[in-house]
């Protein structure tokens, strides 16, 4: 069975980068793709982006002056840099598995439990 | 982007009742639709892929169907654990996009 967890720091002020990592367990993080989705307090699922193993990346025109995503295949993990946060951008942060490409609809099918980032002063 | 309209937005319903959602896409996604499932503090746990099929330990009475830019998810008889907001999405282009979400409510 699959696991993602996510880790990072849950508080951060204004203009500072935002760094998680989410480390695959239970699977190989090769041959996959794999995404960052984010859910602001009371909102919707948005987006991040993803990468693929091989370290090619698509991320949402949205954010993409200010995220980087990136793979250590060694650890199985992959990382989530957000810059210049501001408030709206405190959300919980999801890792998951996808788009599966092998899955008619290509969904996301893993998931973290994710992880609350607050940005405040 | 595409964009996916969820309708109703919130839904009152009683254990055992046939419930069923709609979700417009702005363009034809093709079979590139998928339905979510969130409760409370919880991730999203992937329900239908690919319009109709079920993710694998979801009860069967669950399902999806529609084409092209329109599609519904039906609960046959609500049970008691499936109260929750339910989401569609969309992976036939980038930026994926979801739905804003609907809310099952117990009446």
């Known amino acids: 069975q699959v696991q993602l967890q996510e880790s990072g720091p849950g508080l951060m002020k204004p203009s500072e980068t935002l760094s998680l990592t989410c480390t695959v367990s239970?699977?190989?993080?090769?041959?996959?793709?794999w995404s960052w989705i984010r859910q602001p307090p009371g909102k919707g699922l948005e987006w991040i982006g993803y990468?693929?193993?091989?370290?090619?990346?698509n991320y949402n025109p949205s954010l993409k002056s200010r995220v980087t995503i990136s793979v250590d295949t060694s650890k199985n993990q992959f990382s989530l840099k957000l810059s210049s946060v501001t408030a709206a951008d405190t959300a919980v942060y999801y890792c998951?598995?996808?788009?599966?490409?092998?899955?008619?609809?290509?969904?996301?099918?893993?998931w973290g439990q994710g992880t609350l980032v607050t940005v405040s002063s | 982007d595409i964009q996916m309209t969820q309708s109703p937005s919130s839904l009152s319903a009683s254990v055992g009742d046939r419930v069923t959602i709609t979700c417009r896409a702005s363009?034809?996604?093709?079979?590139?639709l998928n339905w979510f499932q969130q409760k409370p503090g919880k991730a999203p746990k992937l329900l239908i892929y690919?319009?109709?099929s079920l993710q694998s330990g979801v009860p069967s009475r669950f399902s999806g169907s529609g084409s092209g830019t329109d599609f519904t998810l039906t609960i046959s008889s609500l049970q008691p654990e499936d109260f929750a907001t339910y989401y569609c999405?969309?992976?036939?282009?980038?930026?994926?996009?979801f739905g804003q979400g609907t809310n099952l409510e117990l009446k």
């Open positions: 690919g319009i109709s």
């Open positions: 998951a598995r996808g788009p599966v490409t092998v899955l008619q609809g290509q969904p996301f099918d893993y």
């Open positions: 990468l693929y193993y091989s370290g090619s990346t």
């Open positions: 999405q969309q992976s036939y282009m980038t930026p994926y996009t």
């Open positions: 239970g699977g190989s993080i090769s041959s996959y793709y």
């Open positions: 363009q034809s996604i093709r079979n590139y």
